[in-house]
């Protein structure tokens, strides 16, 4: 009798035993996941002390997780402290090596350090995963290498892929027009800049004073003068107000000097008839 009463304890301990380690472990597991919910929050709102401090805690409870070291990664680099986050997104992709996210994190963070060969190849490993949905993102960061290296053609091929598979992403856009700017192709700029400017890049100011400079170059005043006018009222208040109206009275410099120059030009060819 005796030893059934023992084993009937044992027993008894042993499911109390069990249950206690499952909640401990729930617990973990639910702390964990606060953490890293804090964390990624504190990270996109460029809080990063604090973003490392959660991230931190989130892996101490919930080891090695590949969605929580790409970002404890991200909170190491904008830390200043490379060689960590490159540790953190090195062992996130051991652990996960289909995670995108934290292979496009590692591709940049060399890209920043000038290992542009090392970016390249992580990038172009990402071009492979079919159904990645920021691939306009990685085309960007490909033709950023290229123009690096001076590769102009391969650079523009890169941006025009961005383009397409995704058609308002405005760095792309903008990119293309300020290299066809550089080369004096200022209708096609004029185009890109108007492109960079679609959805959600309709309030960034700069690709509205670039089409501005581009209209200038074409010589099409008045519309320069319109959209100047437009950059005014919408971005009434902010510096580009101020760039507007700096630009409208070098806009009638312009003119009158052209105005001059052409008047002077006439009077010139009557006097040597």
Request: some cysteine; proline content about 1%.
């Amino acid at each position: 009798m005796k030893n059934i009463l023992k084993l009937v304890l044992l027993a008894q301990l042993i499911l109390v035993g069990c249950s206690s380690s499952k909640k401990e472990a729930e617990m973990k597991e639910k702390k964990a996941e606060l953490h890293y919910t804090h964390g990624t929050q504190a990270l996109l709102n460029k809080e990063y002390t604090t973003a490392l401090d959660h991230l931190l805690k989130s892996n101490a409870y919930k080891p090695n997780q590949s969605n929580v070291l790409n970002n404890l990664g991200m909170a190491y680099f904008f830390k200043k402290e490379k060689k960590r986050a490159l540790k953190s997104l090195l062992l996130s992709l051991k652990i996960d090596p289909k995670n995108s996210d934290a292979r496009t994190n590692l591709a940049s963070i060399y890209f920043h350090m000038g290992n542009f060969s090392k970016a390249e190849e992580h990038y172009k490993i990402i071009l492979k995963d079919l159904v990645y949905k920021h691939q306009y993102r990685i085309h960007y960061n490909l033709a950023l290498i290229e123009l690096k290296r001076s590769n102009y053609d391969k650079a523009v091929t890169r941006l025009k892929s961005s383009i397409q598979e995704k058609d308002d992403y405005c760095p792309a856009n903008y990119k293309l027009g300020d290299l066809a700017f550089n080369r004096y192709d200022y209708q096609s700029a004029l185009k890109f800049y108007k492109d960079a400017t679609k959805g959600n890049c309709y309030n960034l100011g700069e690709p509205h004073m670039k089409q501005v400079e581009s209209l200038i170059q074409l010589k099409k005043y008045a519309e320069a003068r319109l959209k100047l006018s437009d950059i005014k009222n919408q971005f009434k208040g902010t510096r580009f107000d101020t760039l507007a109206r700096v630009k409208l009275n070098d806009l009638d410099t312009l003119e009158k000097q052209e105005y001059y120059s052409t008047k002077n030009k006439s009077l010139n060819n009557f006097y040597n008839k």
